[in-house]
């Protein structure tokens, strides 16, 4: 069985029982081969010795583990997030789609920064990389605690909200719309305002996730074709 340490607590339950069963293997040893038996001549080096080797070998080794568990942890991460915003990345997206979403009814929803290259354009990389973070982070919570968001690349956004109705998760994406209209992004001295349009379809458990993304994108692009900064529902087709 592979041994874990996962936190603290872990690691002073690890160090606590291999301590523990080196003094107990050392003292049933000594009294199996010692001439004198469990005498304190001999007792006394029986709970000495492994307390001496046992506990900073075991403090050493859980140490290792835990910080082996720590990196493991941060690797996860890593490969499942978008490294700017955090978001999960869009391999990772279908993953969590698949363990949370498949099968069930929910909503999903497609965002796109309006007018994001004229932004990278007139003010610098530096602020296009603040307007996607501030940004990403009013998704996000739009859909919390149930809801999650994905960055799709660039400046496009995937969202799933679970167990919601089509009229629901509208009314969610009209709240995130609003709220990025409402904030002021501030890189350099100057105050950014930045808008998102957004295509929302409901996914019904069976039919397949690629056409209702196809749906969904189809709805982000009438609503940039209409005029940007609002929220379009898919056409029903299935």
Not at 74 to 100: A, G, I, K, P, W
Not at 111 to 131: E, L
Request: with cysteine; proline share 3%; aromatic share 8%.
């Amino acid at each position: 069985m592979m041994l874990k340490v996962r936190n603290t607590t872990e690691k002073w339950v690890f160090v606590a029982v291999v301590s523990t069963i080196s003094i107990i293997a050392s003292v049933v040893l000594t009294a199996v081969t010692a001439p004198t038996g469990l005498r304190e001549g001999a007792l006394l080096p029986a709970l000495v010795v492994p307390l001496c080797v046992a506990l900073p070998t075991s403090l050493w080794t859980a140490g290792m583990l835990l910080n082996i568990h720590r990196l493991n942890r941060r690797l996860e991460y890593l490969v499942s997030h978008d490294q700017m915003t955090n978001l999960l990345n869009r391999s990772h997206f279908f993953r969590r789609f698949d363990v949370s979403g498949a099968g069930t009814i929910g909503a999903i929803m497609i965002a796109d920064i309006d007018r994001f290259k004229s932004i990278n354009d007139t003010y610098g990389h530096r602020a296009g990389d603040a307007v996607i973070n501030r940004i990403a982070a009013i998704l996000q919570r739009g859909v919390e605690p149930d809801g999650f968001f994905a960055r799709f690349g660039g400046e496009e956004f995937v969202g799933y909200l679970p167990g919601k109705e089509i009229e629901h998760a509208q009314f969610r994406a009209e709240a995130i719309r609003a709220a990025v209209e409402s904030q002021s992004i501030r890189v350099s001295g100057q105050d950014l305002s930045c808008t998102v349009s957004i295509g929302v379809q409901l996914y019904d458990g069976t039919c397949p996730l690629d056409q209702v993304l196809h749906a969904a994108d189809e709805a982000l692009y009438e609503a940039k074709t209409a005029g940007r900064n609002r929220v379009v529902r898919a056409r029903p087709r299935f």
